[in-house]
């Protein structure tokens, strides 16, 4: 839109910093690495005013730093702009704000959705179903914040060394579960669930890349989240 109000072929860059979103950039296609590396300039507060360089600025709207650079490519008065350049700013402005806006609430709808996922977690675990009917449930509860193809939930009994597969879904693994077997982790010398629960730490892994001196093997997604949860210290 900032772009239809100048002249053909002008080219222009916007740069914003905020302290919760990050650092964003939106340019035109064929923009000169010169006009990049200005707006970034315009934005850290650095770098003397360029002669290739048409139009710039940079300013605060609350938290969020703004830059802007342009190069015109055709005559425009100081007064056209000025005023361009005013316009800018409010329309720069008023998107970033429907931008942080539209954060807010799926953030808001996020917290709802794993608020109200819990509660029914909490249900699940009071309900008197079957261990594996329960665990079914909760997977599927799970599986309704986020992708959840692969899922498990293993008992690890530290000083025996084995773990106990509670209940376990994979995509591609045609293992069942069997809550009452205890496996030695010697059994799995190559696994990530031995790795994690070493670890003992939350972790979002790499198949390929193991957490603990582990080589890592075995299918299934490239990366995906670990959370170990201890009771009575173990």
């Known amino acids: 839109a900032l772009a239809g109000t100048l002249p053909c072929g002008s080219r222009i860059v916007v740069r914003w910093r905020d ?5 964003g950039l939106s340019t035109m ?10 707006a970034q300039d315009c934005l850290d507060g650095a770098g003397p005013a360029s002669p ?7 300013w605060d709207e609350g ?6 650079a342009a190069t015109l490519g055709g005559p425009m008065s100081p007064a ?3 005023a361009w350049l005013a316009l800018a700013k409010r329309t720069v402005g008023a998107s970033l704000a429907a ?21 029914e977690i909490a249900d699940l675990a009071g309900s008197g179903l079957e261990m594996h009917e329960m665990l079914r449930r909760i997977h599927g509860v799970v599986g309704g914040l986020m992708y959840a193809g692969n899922f498990f939930i293993v008992v690890y009994d530290d000083v025996r060394e084995s773990v106990r597969f509670l209940y376990f879904a994979d995509a ?26 070493h670890c003992g730490a939350d972790a979002v892994t790499p198949r390929t890349n193991a957490i603990y001196p ?20 173990r």
């Open 63 to 68: 938290p969020t730093g703004i830059a802007i």
């Open 19 to 23: 302290p919760r979103a990050g650092a």
């Open 214 to 233: 582990y080589r890592i093997t075995g299918g299934g997604p490239e990366l995906g989240p670990g959370r170990p949860r201890r009771s009575a210290g």
């Open 29 to 38: 296609p064929d923009v000169s690495a010169t006009l990049l590396a200005h």
């Open 52 to 58: 290739d360089i048409d139009i710039d600025a940079a």
């Open 80 to 82: 056209s702009r000025a």
């Open 172 to 197: 591609l693994d045609p293992y069942v579960a069997q809550p009452d077997v205890a496996i030695s982790t010697e059994q799995m010398p190559n696994s990530l669930t031995v790795a994690l629960l």
């Open 99 to 119: 931008a942080h806006a539209t954060a807010r609430i799926e953030s808001l709808e996020k917290s709802q959705r794993l608020q109200h996922a819990l509660y």
